[in-house]
């Protein structure tokens, strides 16, 4: 283990998870448009709070392949949550999905995954986002560390995701 993997596992094990918000205030949708840079966290069709967002670093068109730097498009879950994130609490989204993953195929590449709904990098990675709005991700959609714990307390596993062009 280097000295940076040291700082940030001593962070992570030194974080409180934010406790859920009642049932009422937890959304059941999760709306990105990205666009806009905007993402609505939505119950019953009424935005209950919306948050600006940097996204991947090649943010045009919905993601094709690994390592492409895009955000995909479509509507997906929210299927895991990761407190040991390497960026401030993550929400797993549930892609590739099966049209995801034919796609792929077709074109002879991997899909790519691990698509999360993230705060900003833990420990000294921090350092190197030059600033947490600019579009910075490998594809994954980020907010402030104060937001996301925001979204974590509001959004349970299994709420839709739709990710909007």
Request: charged letters at 30%; hydrophobic letters at 35%.
């Amino acid at each position: 283990m280097n000295w940076r993997d040291f700082v940030a596992l001593r962070w992570r094990r030194s974080v409180r998870l934010p406790a859920m918000a009642a049932a009422a205030e937890q959304a059941d949708l999760i709306e990105i448009h990205k666009g806009e840079r905007r993402m609505e966290l939505k119950r019953d069709g009424v935005a209950l709070r919306t948050y600006r967002i940097a996204l991947g670093f090649a943010p045009t068109g919905h993601k094709e392949r690994e390592g492409d730097g895009r955000t995909p498009e479509g509507s997906y879950r929210i299927d895991a949550r990761n407190p040991r994130s390497a960026f401030h609490l993550s929400l797993r989204i549930s892609y590739p999905d099966p049209s995801d993953e034919a796609r792929a195929a077709s074109l002879g590449v991997s899909p790519g995954g691990d698509i999360f709904i993230h705060g900003q990098p833990n420990g000294l990675r921090k350092l190197f986002v030059r600033h947490p709005r600019q579009d910075w991700t490998s594809g994954c959609v980020a907010v402030s560390n104060r937001e996301i714990r925001e979204v974590w307390s509001r959004v349970p596993t299994g709420a839709r995701v739709v990710i909007r062009p």
